[in-house]
């Protein structure tokens, strides 16, 4: 199964349409290294932009798995937007202007995490699925003390980064190359 993972869309419906049709070059066939069977979101898929009902219902339309980011739960008033910067919280409060009652339900049933095919997903980190940033090693490494799967997914940094807990104990950050990497089912 090959599987599309995005995160942080922000109610940025081109920017999520540009990655949808950019991934799914090949998807019938899968015959160039390119499609994907399933969508996995790490959250944020409100705030900010303008089309956070038009970004639901595309998600919607491929079979996907999603979990709420600090966005997510702050346009539906889960968390208390005084947390966010004031761009932020304006944004978010328009955003919740905008939100139909079945994009506001949508948002209200989703997990903090989800546990999917040996892999753990959450928008801020496994030990704070929705707010905390995993930017340095330090966050890094305590995070690998709250999930069990051999790989777990983040997203609301931003950044492409990946942490590797080492035999010794140490963390080590990747930061990854252009190219698709690979994970073996040992890693």
């Not at 066939?29 to 898929?45: E, K, M, N, Q, V």
């Amino acid at each position: 199964m090959r599987v599309l993972v995005v995160s942080d869309t922000h109610s940025n419906l081109e920017a999520l349409e540009a990655v949808l049709a950019d991934a799914a070059v090949g998807n019938a066939a899968l015959t160039d290294g390119r499609g994907f069977d399933l969508i996995w979101s790490l959250g944020d898929i409100v705030g900010y932009g303008p089309n956070p009902n038009e970004c639901i219902a595309l998600i919607e339309q491929y079979e996907h798995l999603a979990i709420p980011g600090n966005h997510d739960w702050g346009v539906i008033g889960k968390i208390d937007l005084e947390d966010f910067n004031p761009e932020a919280r304006q944004a978010n409060l328009w955003n919740r202007q905008q939100l139909t009652s079945a994009s506001r339900k949508y948002l209200e049933k989703l997990a903090e995490t989800r546990l999917q095919e040996n892999c753990t997903l959450a928008h801020g980190s496994p030990r704070h699925p929705i707010w905390e940033y995993i930017i340095q090693l330090p966050a890094a490494k305590a995070s690998f003390s709250f999930f069990e799967t051999p790989v777990c997914l983040v997203g609301h940094t931003h950044l492409p980064v990946i942490f590797r807990l080492l035999p010794s104990g140490e963390c080590q950050a990747i930061v990854p190359p252009e190219q698709p990497v690979q994970l073996s089912r040992d890693e």
